[in-house]
């Protein structure tokens, strides 16, 4: 059974950084494609940003481009999520997701396990 749990949420000044991180328990990690979603107060969650096994290749959702930044270390079985010049429409619960399958996805029923989420407020 794969566990993920996300740390590194909290409150935040509009204009600031947070970084997300998501440990994986298993010695399997390099064997998921990665991902970070969001669901805001009152809306669905919706996909953010994904990374390949490798680390190679990444994608963004076109409201973070530019500004999040996702990686991975695959020895310490943790992806990361780093955010910066953070808006208010940035608040939300963040979760990170692991996929089996191959190929990119935005998603959220194309991913296998889920974290328990981490709470990121962004005040202006």
């Known amino acids: 059974q794969v566990q993920l749990v996300e740390s590194g949420g909290g409150l935040v000044q509009a204009g600031g950084s947070l970084r997300l991180s998501c440990a994986q328990s298993?010695?399997?990690?390099?064997?998921?494609?990665m991902g970070w979603f969001r669901q805001a107060p009152g809306k669905e969650r919706e996909f953010v940003a994904a990374?390949?096994?490798?680390?190679?290749?990444?994608y963004y959702a076109a409201s973070v481009e530019g500004r999040f930044t996702i990686s991975r270390d695959n020895a310490k079985n943790t992806v990361y999520l780093q955010m910066n010049s953070l808006k208010p429409e940035d608040t939300g619960v963040y979760y990170c997701?692991?996929?089996?399958?191959?190929?990119?996805?935005?998603?959220?029923?194309?991913?296998?396990?889920w974290g328990q989420g981490t709470q990121v407020t962004v005040s202006s």
């Open positions: 997701a692991a996929r089996l399958a191959a190929g990119h996805t935005t998603k959220e029923e194309d991913y296998n396990y």
């Open positions: 298993g010695r399997t990690f390099s064997s998921y494609r």
């Open positions: 990374i390949s096994r490798s680390g190679g290749s990444t």
